[in-house]
């Protein structure tokens, strides 16, 4: 395995952002973009990337920060780490964010025939937001934020979706885990997964929210789906 980071060219034009690029031995295999936290493209985002790669994947992590502030890597452990986290998530522009996912997912549709998405917190509601506007293969979504927000955009949806949902998250509270359930529930191309017991960020290696049952069902659902839709 080996990895880099290399820049991709924004589609508005106004510049270039960083990603993290991850990829297996001999730099062959279907594509993924792994779409971060609110804590930015740190060692957590590289090492999700890292493992993705050891099973065969090509991965690019784009710095979705790039327009606030380029090159976060923040310790979500941290009390000021978290503090700086939410100052970024409050500037943030998820328009712009989901056009420089699109621009990544470009960058990978040059270089692989299928590539697929994975998005956590931040970046698990982008993956929604590209299941509705962009060709990616397939989708998956961790503990999305807001999500029950948008669902007026659900019918543009056209690849596989997975969604896993932490039944205790307090960024999504039952009301509006209902309302994702009922507004997706009966489409065929999504999965949707509950985790009773499990909080925000579960998955999270390390974090104070890491659930390791929950975190390695999701986790085993994710790679089936992948190699189901990508190979």
């Known amino acids: ?4 980071e290399i820049k991709i060219s924004a589609f ?5 952002f960083s990603a993290y690029i991850a990829e297996p031995e001999g730099a062959d295999g279907p594509g993924l973009v792994v779409l971060q936290e609110v804590f930015g ?7 999700v990337a890292d493992g993705f790669a050891k099973m065969g994947y090509r991965v ?3 710095d979705l920060f790039w327009r606030i502030e380029p090159g976060v890597q923040l310790d979500s452990a941290s009390e000021e780490g978290r503090e700086k986290a939410m100052e970024l998530f409050g500037k943030f522009q998820p328009a712009t964010g989901l056009q420089d996912s699109m621009a990544a997912l470009a960058f990978m549709k040059e270089r692989c025939e299928k590539v697929g ?3 956590y917190c931040m970046g698990g509601r982008l993956a929604y937001h590209m299941a509705t506007a962009s060709d990616a293969d397939c989708l998956v979504g961790y503990y999305g934020v807001g999500i029950e927000t948008v669902l007026d955009q659900a019918p543009n949806i056209k690849n596989p979706l997975m969604l896993h949902i932490p039944a205790e998250d307090h960024l999504c509270q039952p009301e509006a885990q209902a309302k ?4 997706l529930g009966d489409n065929p191309l999504v999965d949707l997964h509950t985790y009773a017991g499990a909080g925000h960020a579960f998955a999270r290696v390390g974090g104070q929210g890491y659930v390791e049952s929950a975190a390695k069902l999701a986790n085993v659902r994710s790679a089936e789906f992948f190699s189901r839709n990508l190979r």
Do not use: L, Y
């Open 117 to 119: 998405v994975v998005g």
């Open 180 to 183: 994702i359930n009922e507004a």
């Open 1 to 4: 395995m080996s990895n880099s």
């Open 41 to 47: 493209v740190n060692q957590n985002m590289r090492d």
């Open 12 to 16: 508005d034009g106004t510049g270039e």
């Open 60 to 62: 690019c992590v784009p």
